[in-house]
Nanobody, 125 residues
Framework: QVQLVESGGGLVQAGGSLRLSCAAS????????MAWFRQAPGKAREFVSA?????????YYTDSVKGRFTISTDDTKNTLHLQMNSLKPEDTARYYC?????????????????WGQGTQVTVSS
């Protein structure tokens, strides 16, 4: 059974940094890609970043986080990370990791079939 567990969220002041992690367990051999999405209160869930599981060089970012966030995986390919720097109050949201078996549109949440429970990130001004 596949399980994704996020960690690393918290409260941080604007300009600060956080590093989110997503531990994957179960059969991940067929995974094609992983991603981070976020959802702020009262808003729809939105794409943040994605990475191709077999090639760390293939990454995608939403425009609002480019240059501030970095997605990566560890050498064992069992953990996904999101390094978040220069955080802004508008980054406040619950962050979810997700896994996809294939990609047509990496930013589309419907591509992702496994989801974690999320970790809360709150950025104070």
């Amino acid at each position: 059974q596949v399980q994704l567990v996020e960690s690393g969220g918290g409260l941080v002041q604007a300009g600060g940094s956080l590093r989110l992690s997503c531990a994957a367990s179960g059969n991940t051999t067929m995974w094609f890609a992983m991603a981070w999405f976020r959802q702020a209160p009262g808003k729809a869930r939105e794409f943040v970043s994605a990475i191709k599981w077999s090639d760390d060089e293939v990454t995608y970012y939403t425009d609002s986080v480019k240059g501030r966030f970095t997605i990566s995986t560890d050498d064992t390919k069992n953990t996904l990370h999101l390094q978040m720097n220069s955080l802004k109050p508008e980054d406040t949201a619950r962050y979810y990791c997700a896994a996809a078996m294939a990609w047509i549109l990496p930013t589309d949440e419907n591509e992702y079939i496994h989801w974690g429970q999320g970790t809360q990130v709150t950025v104070s001004s």
